[in-house]
């Protein structure tokens, strides 16, 4: 495999000031885009000095617009905000950023402002942003970054993630990178990679080299490192595979078929179904030290585990009752519950970073159906239908799914595509995520500056 290195973030903040704002600035996140906010997204002002050396070392004529530009679409892509056309702005950015005229932005109807500035410090990239109230004629908020220029990207995140945490009362989920499985070729003989991007698309690269298939990449929610499931000779293994140094191992030889590997919390076990004999149960293996404990014990076919956020239960499918459900237990296997009991088949449970939701594929008439429930059943809301799709993994923030949805065929059996779409909680914001071709199975990585 080819070795692999993310060079994570080098990076120092300053917090300038934040002032607490007593404006009418309200985002309502339980609404999805119903109301989204109007925000103004100056460009970042360069001097010329600095201007020319970021092009000369990054190829990019404005690095100021460039950051602009990406803080603008993380914004827009999270339905909660309504980036203005630039084209109406009346104040130039170095202004804009020392002192706004709130009248100029009140007239084009910007509730809230973010200006910045870039600065080359030797051979360092330098931006400083801030965040006005336009309705109170404040800052609500300053920071200033410094790293190496090629993180020019991950700064427009991490302003974004700031942005939407002051404005929404919660964290973000731009700064992170999405795990998926790259499909090339027919449907009947698809060539099938690991890859990785930004959570905007950008980024995009290739983790295997396709020649063996590869299903179910699930982050480590504590570090850069990817458990998933490949096939080496015909039959299933798990393996763990490090992004940073491009190493990987083998987690564990079994002697039966492994499926739909996935972390515990703390990162420190991998929890997984295995099949012997026709029936399959569910394993916990721990990464240090290797020791394999059976979970489940019982005659019905139990997969697709996921654990709860504070390591204590885990959500599972079975079919004990006669046709696949989700179940909870104890995280050691005890007080097994049933808690799906609407119509149809449910599968691939996972449960949310926040802790109270269980999210979910339900087969139902012949559609499929992304849907969420709370932990104990009550209250399912089906998000989403379409002819196939499935396996949503969460931002992690808990407000976005991300899932992947296939085309159905002509009756030549042309036409097939499978893609990635987010869609939010409220069952609104429903979009295509964008990749260099076919993907599926994707998986949320947690915040990287975390």
Known sequence: MKNLKFILLSISILLLTII?????????????????????VSPLSIDDESKKRFEKLLKKKNIGDEISIIVENNLRTSG??????????????????????????NLIKAQALITGKVTNVEDKLRVEFRLWDVLAGKEMLALAFTTVPTNWRRVGHIISDKVYERLTGEKGYFDTRIIYVAEEGPKTNRIKKLAIMDQDGANNKFLTLGNELVLTPRFNPTSQMVTYLSYFRNLPRVYLLDIETGMQEVVGDFPGMTFAPRFSPDGKKIIMSFAKDGN?????????????????????????????????????????????QIYVMRADGSNVKRISFGNGIYGTPVWSPRGDLIAFTKLHKG???????RTDGTGERLLT????????????????LIFYRETKTDANGEGFSAKLWSIDLTGYNERMVKTPSDGSDPSWSSLLTN
């Open 280 to 324: 399959s149960d569910i394993y916990t293996m721990d990464l240090e030290n290797r020791i394999v404990e059976k979970i489940t014990n019982h005659p019905s076919i139990d997969t697709s585990p996921s654990y709860s956020p504070d390591g204590k239960f885990i959500c599972f499918n079975s079919d004990r009752s006669g046709y696949q």
């Open 367 to 373: 559609k499929f159906y992304i849907g969420v429930m």
């Open 385 to 400: 239908e379409n002819f196939y799709q499935e396996a949503p993994s969460w931002s992690p923030n808990g407000r976005v």
């Open 80 to 105: 909660l905000f309504n980036p203005l056309n630039k084209d109406a702005f009346l104040q130039a950015p170095d202004i804009a950023n020392l002192k706004p005229r709130f009248e100029d932005w």
């Open 20 to 40: 607490k704002s007593y404006s009418l600035i309200e985002v309502d996140i339980t609404r999805g885009n119903l109301n989204p906010l109007p925000l103004a």
